[in-house]
């Protein structure tokens, strides 16, 4: 069992649907991360979080430690959303007590239609 | 400030022969990361480095993996006879460490595609 799941795999919207995408986790973490991954490769940072609740724009990302569960949100979403967003942790520390290497979900393919 | 370079893009290799790709990070950034990454997956940590010191191997590293980072600036990977399980795309990401705080986010590189014929 991955460490790392996330739902859904794939999820289609309309432009201007709000979208949730939910990241659960088995162990105990340092940080949850959220990033982008457009065609091509290219991954980008989107949140990194610890506790509560972070807003950037039109993303929202959320965590509950106790539950082990966090959850992306997008709203008023525009094709130009339409990318992989893939859920990560940094599961422990360093000797520098640092989050350092991650784990990762698989990914959620969104496409947002116009 | 460019962000973290991978070269080259993609490579096509043939089974047996060895294969080279360098990554430049983000030129304040002490830590450097390697991830390797199959198609429909998330991504997976190979290595870390600190400045020049490489701190933690994974066990998907076998014997035929090595990356080094000579100076603490740039870093390479090198993979010998290749095989077609190898083929993947190869992410090299980087950061501020040790640190507790937002600095330590990982910026990555668009990789390199590495295919095995």
Known sequence: KNEVEQSPQNLTAQEGEFITINCS????ISALH???QHPGGGIVSLFMLSSGKKKHGRLIATINIQEKHSSLHITASHPRDSAVYICAVSVGQDSGGSNY???FGKGTLLTVNP | DTGVSQNP???ITKRGQNV????????????????RQT??????????????????KSRLL????????????????EIQRTEQGDSAM???ASSFGPTWDSKNIQYFGAGTRLSVL
């Open chain 1, 25 to 28: 986790y088995s162990v105990g």
């Open chain 1, 34 to 36: 959220w990033l982008q």
């Open chain 1, 101 to 103: 290497k991650l784990t």
């Open chain 2, 9 to 11: 893009r993609h490579k």
């Open chain 2, 20 to 35: 080279t790709f360098r990554c430049d990070p983000i030129s304040e950034h002490n830590r450097l990361y390697w991830y």
């Open chain 2, 39 to 56: 198609l429909g997956q998330g991504p997976e940590f190979l290595t870390y480095f600190q400045n020049e010191a490489q701190l933690e």
């Open chain 2, 62 to 77: 076998s014997d035929r993996f090595s990356a080094e980072r000579p100076k603490g600036s740039f870093s390479t990977l």
């Open chain 2, 90 to 92: 190869y992410l090299c």
